[in-house]
């Protein structure tokens, strides 16, 4: 089984739409969550990180966690041609300074 | 300080020959990690260092690779006999004590023939 799951996508949304990004988790331990941009050919980009259940908000961005249900989720609110990028998942664990990574779901939002 | 670099940014090498890859971290950054990523996979850890030491160090890591950060700044990832299997993205990341994120280089594309 793997420790972090996304759904590879591709994800195609409108401009303006909402896009609702997923991701699941297996350890049970897990302490903090970030989600990072990655456009193609280039390296990860840190967009938020939360660690407590419930929402939080940075602009078009909103990141959700539920610890009971080992899940969290990002939200971006107006999607704009430009946030067209893969969208990684990642979890730290109690123990350790490493990340998690899912394999990432590729968003294309359609102008 | 223009932030994580990784130098070179691509390498082409034949088959059992070695390489060697550099990364030099945001400079009050005390953290350096390594990653590797495959197409349409997400980052896999490789090793950490907290300073001048290594701290962690994944089974992906095999006696191929080895990692280091002599005086805690720049750090080295050698691997020895590349296989064609090791053609991935090496990313290199850095963060301060106590931070949450990372900050990742641009990568070295490593592509083994």
């Known amino acids: 089984q793997k420790e972090v799951e996304q759904n590879s996508g591709p994800l195609s949304v409108p401009e303006g739409a909402i896009a609702s990004l997923n991701c699941t988790y297996s350890?049970?331990?897990?302490?903090?969550f970030f989600w990072y941009r990655q456009y193609s050919g280039k390296s990860p980009e840190l967009i938020m990180f939360?660690?407590?259940?419930g929402d939080k908000e940075d602009g078009r961005f909103t990141a959700q966690l539920n610890k009971a249900s080992q899940y969290v989720s990002l939200l971006i609110r107006d999607s704009q041609p430009s946030d067209s990028a893969t969208y990684l998942c990642a979890v730290r664990g109690n123990y350790g300074q490493n990340f998690v990574f899912g394999p990432g779901t590729r968003l294309s939002v359609l102008p | 300080d223009t932030g994580v670099s990784q130098d070179p940014r691509h390498k082409i090498t034949k088959r059992g020959q070695n390489v060697t890859f550099r990364c030099d971290p945001i400079?009050?950054?005390?953290?350096l990690y390594w990653y590797r990523q495959t197409l349409g996979q997400g980052p896999e850890f490789l090793t950490y260092f907290q300073n001048e030491a290594q701290l962690e160090k994944s089974r992906l890591l095999s006696d191929r690779f080895s990692a280091e950060r002599p005086k805690g700044s720049f750090s080295t990832l050698e691997i020895q006999r590349t296989e064609q299997g090791d053609s991935a993205m090496y990313l290199c990341?850095?963060?301060?004590?106590?931070?949450?994120?990372?900050?990742f280089g641009s990568g070295t594309r490593l592509t083994v023939v």
């Open positions: 939360i660690y407590s259940n």
């Open positions: 350890d049970r331990g897990s302490q903090s």
């Open positions: 990341a850095s963060s301060p004590p106590g931070g949450f994120g990372y900050t």
């Open positions: 400079s009050e950054h005390n953290r």
